[in-house]
């Protein structure tokens, strides 16, 4: 185990190396290294947890549930606050501990700690607000009731690419609603994860509430997960093809399901658009965490009128993005999580090149590291090649021409997924038809940034199904149940 001064936090005891179960940290025999993909350094060594481990957590969460259940939505809300009051006192240390592990620039992700600390802010209000109903009977010696209750103990997946907010756009709901919580966290970036839990215990929120196990054993802590008879909802958020496989195993018991999957998001900029506006909301629509967003613009559209204009504006703008190491100041492009990954993208550009696409920037690795890909732009490109076709998941913007309003909405249409969308326009008559013509969860109109915990976040077709964040977020952490009360006649 190493020392954590080398970190440069502030409190060191945020960065913790077991698996958190029923209010204990669980040592195991055998370590998983956390690298930071800026240099393949170790930064921490984190015990490997498995499937016995994975039960007792479940075991913890299962016994914890009545307990918690039972406390009034007020007293939740009080534990909560505490906890989101801690995140935020911590955030630049959590911030750090995620570019660390992660890579994503400093300043972007003490904007991710501060975006997942507004879910649990709001949830801890929203759980006050579970309302029931009375209907109108069909005869008057009856009475009919609709309360909503905690489904359960519920089990999560989540993934590296936003290691705190996806936990806690989660466990917020959860917990608010009267759950408690089960969670494996990516095994490249547990510390994030960790650090969440040591700070769920400063806040006083019992044992087995929040429960964190991580482990390299993805099929064997999965399929508990899954599977197992006391967990009543699983949400997961990843790829569309391990989420497919997630959903299977869950049928098996009939869980609960909610899933935040791949996606293959269109930008479209239309001729009456402000071209400039439009740029700057593509740049941070792409770039931030170096494409690594189930929401990046995967596909840039734009209309034949303007496209000349508008690629001239957005290749000088992406030329000018700093690419480095997150911990060092004006840097705008991080490392990606790793070469793999890279290698990935590499293929993507190679391939859609031989298929006719032109580089106009960008296209290699960067000296920075084995693991940062330059911002990258291809022109002359068409919805069949691979790098539309595909979810980039890299730093890689292609930019495709359209003639008009239906063209448009039928290729950005033309993929299974259907989580973000975004466009540029001015007329408001093309808005509401291109709103509603797009097959997607989300729409972002003249704006690049559209998540925030008041608002439902969650995609249609194959990007999964649920919804997280606002008032809606709620719903899939309860369960209606009607009460019919006879006999009430004279």
């Not at 040591?198 to 899954?226: M, S, W, Y």
């Not at 000018?320 to 993507?348: H, K, Q």
Request: net charge negative.
């Amino acid at each position: 185990m190493q020392e954590h001064q080398e970190l440069g936090l502030q409190d060191n005891q945020l960065v913790r190396s077991f698996s958190y179960i029923n209010g204990r940290w669980h040592s195991s025999d055998s370590y998983i290294s956390v690298t930071n993909p800026a240099n393949g350094k170790v930064i921490a060594q984190v015990s490997n947890a498995g499937v016995v481990e994975t039960e007792l957590a479940v075991k913890a969460a299962k016994d914890a549930l009545k307990m918690w259940s039972a406390k009034s939505a007020n007293e939740r809300a009080t534990l909560m606050r505490n906890w989101f009051n801690l995140i935020m006192e911590n955030q630049d240390d959590l911030g750090r501990i995620l570019t660390l592990e992660q890579g994503k620039p400093l300043a972007e992700a003490k904007g991710e700690i501060g975006y997942g600390a507004a879910f649990i802010e709001w949830f801890a209000e929203e759980g006050k607000r579970v309302y029931g109903d009375t209907i109108p009977a069909p005869s008057g010696d009856k009475r009919i009731i609709v309360i909503k209750q905690p489904v359960g103990v519920v089990a999560s997946v989540t993934p590296w690419n936003f290691p705190n907010a996806m936990i806690a756009r989660k466990a917020a709901a959860a917990l608010s609603a009267g759950c408690t919580f089960v969670v494996r966290p990516a095994t490249q970036t547990p510390l994030s994860a960790l650090a969440m839990a040591e700070l769920a215990e400063r806040a006083g929120i019992p044992a087995g509430v929040f429960n964190v196990v991580v482990g390299e054993d993805a099929h064997g802590i999965g399929k508990v997960l899954t599977q197992h008879p006391d967990i009543a909802k699983f949400t997961f958020t990843g790829s569309t093809p391990v989420g497919k496989a997630l959903i299977s195993q869950c049928a098996t018991s009939v869980k609960k399901v909610s899933m935040e999957l791949g996606g293959n998001a269109p930008f479209i900029v239309f001729d009456d658009a402000d071209i400039d506006a439009a740029v700057q909301g593509a740049l941070v629509s792409k770039y931030r965490n170096a494409g690594q967003t189930c929401v990046c613009t995967n596909r840039i559209f734009v209309q034949k009128g303007v496209i000349e204009q508008f690629t001239k504006k957005f290749t000088s703008a992406v030329a000018a993005l700093a690419i480095g190491d997150g911990l060092t100041d004006g840097v705008s492009i991080g490392p990606m999580i790793s070469s793999d990954a890279v290698c990935d993208v590499e293929l993507l550009v190679k391939d859609s090149i031989t298929a006719g696409a032109i580089l106009a920037l960008g296209g290699e690795r960067d000296q920075a590291g084995d693991a940062f890909y330059q911002p990258t732009i291809l022109t002359n490109v068409t919805n069949d090649m691979p790098i539309a076709k595909n979810e980039i998941f890299g730093p890689v913007t292609p930019i495709i021409s359209f003639e008009d309003e239906d063209e448009v909405i039928a290729m950005a249409n033309d993929t299974e997924y259907g989580l973000a969308s975004y466009f540029y326009a001015r007329d408001i008559g093309r808005i509401w038809r291109v709103a509603e013509g797009l097959e997607y969860g989300m729409v972002g109109i003249n704006e690049g940034m559209i998540s925030n915990a008041a608002a439902p976040f969650g995609g249609v077709k194959q990007s999964g199904n649920g919804r997280e964040g606002s008032k809606y977020g709620l719903d899939d952490y309860l369960e209606i149940k009607y009460l019919c009360m006879g006999g009430l006649g004279k």
